[in-house]
């Protein structure tokens, strides 16, 4: 196994920080704080020092900044000091990005088509806001629930009220793992309003492909002074069949390794679409368009052998409220479903959407930068 890493230093965070950046992760918007929903146990000291003199930062940073010098808890992340020298200091966090031989040797296999000229169908933008119906519920504090479950919708807004209690540690391991089950779903190279069918939206280039997405989030993460472990790992290619069964393997062998893990998340594009259209889901964020994001939380009615499926889904709804709250609009509905998705592997492990195949690379990396 090849294990490439990339380490910079970080200035004060505190415990809180720490805490809240490992467990918001932010849907790839940017690390979302949620230090009112994560228990993390000892004393949270608020730092006095809570000016900003950069205004020039991206949403995490403004969720990992700004959020905390309003009283969340930390003061000013840096990445100065960039090495490739793998340090166990505790003040110092790494992204470490793991991709096997076998994988990285496919990257030329499947590429980018350079030009695309068939007009097969249109693809339209299309923002996707509050829901109607009997599977929709509001969450207390922002965003939504589909339920296509045994459970009724007031239990379960009930139960997103529990706060996601992970056993997260602060001792500078990593508390965060980014994978991708579909590795190779890509996405449009810039905007453009119609389609080619002969392009089924699929990439082992990680620039292009679902790669590029996950290291725009743990990048987010790291530089909020988070231990994050991104997997490159190609899952879907030259076999899409059983994929999470081998995402499952990728999985356990690096919580195995590294046992301080507690989240996991699987990062997708969904794919929308009719014979004739193509729909790309975009909110607007700052001025600039991004793919809107939708978490998933599975369900077990009793053979899905997911026991703890619920705290999956505490964690869901805190990410979806504290996101919701601060750009609202950025998600579509929590889908709560019977889907495993790999979620037995730790109680902090959601899939999570970013956009279509119809959104664009840079809506897409937006959303997780």
Avoid at 84 to 96: L, N, Q, R, W
Avoid at 288 to 294: D, E, H, L, V
Wanted: glycine share 8%; hydrophobic share 35%.
């Amino acid at each position: 196994m090849e294990i490439r890493i990339w380490k910079w230093k970080r200035t004060a965070v505190s415990a809180a920080a720490i805490g809240i950046g490992a467990a918001a992760i932010g849907f790839g918007l940017k690390a979302v704080p949620l230090l009112q929903s994560i228990r993390i146990g000892g004393e949270q000291k608020i730092l006095e020092d809570t000016s900003i003199s950069d205004q020039s930062f991206g949403i995490s940073e403004e969720l990992f900044g700004r959020q905390f010098a309003e009283g969340f808890g930390a003061q000013g992340f840096g990445t100065e000091g960039l090495s490739e020298e793998k340090s166990t200091e505790t003040d110092e966090s790494a992204v470490i990005f793991r991709e096997s031989e076998a994988s990285a040797e496919m990257h030329p296999s499947k590429l980018y088509p350079e030009s695309r000229a068939s007009d097969d169908g249109k693809i339209v933008e299309k923002h996707y806001g509050k829901q109607s119906g009997t599977q929709f519920f509001s969450l207390e504090n922002g965003g939504q629930v589909r339920n296509c479950t045994f459970w009724n919708n007031q239990d379960l807004l009930a139960e997103s009220k529990i706060l996601p209690d992970l056993p997260l540690k602060l001792d500078g391991t990593p508390l965060v793992l980014i994978y991708h089950t579909h590795t190779t779903e890509s996405f449009e190279r810039q905007e453009r309003s119609f389609f080619d069918a002969a392009f089924n939206y699929r990439t082992t280039e990680p620039d292009k492909n679902m790669v590029m997405v996950g290291a725009a989030i743990a990048k987010a993460l790291s530089d909020a002074g988070i231990g994050v472990i991104h997997s490159g790992e190609i899952h879907d290619f030259p076999v899409w069949n059983h994929s999470y069964s081998r995402s499952a393997k990728t999985v356990s062998e690096i919580l195995a390794e590294y046992p301080s893990i507690c989240i996991a998340l699987d990062i997708h594009r969904d794919a929308i679409s009719t014979d004739s259209t193509i729909y790309a889901p975009v909110a607007v964020i700052n001025g600039k368009k991004a793919a809107q994001i939708m978490i998933i939380s599975g369900c077990d009615d009793g053979t899905m052998d997911l026991p703890e499926y619920r705290k999956n889904f505490h964690f869901a709804s805190a990410l979806q409220q504290t996101t919701e709250s601060m750009y609202e609009g950025l998600t579509r509905p929590i889908l709560f479903d019977y889907r495993k998705y790999n979620q037995d592997l730790t109680t902090g492990s959601l899939l999570v959407e970013f956009g279509s195949q119809g959104n664009t690379m840079e809506e897409a990396r937006y959303s997780g930068e």
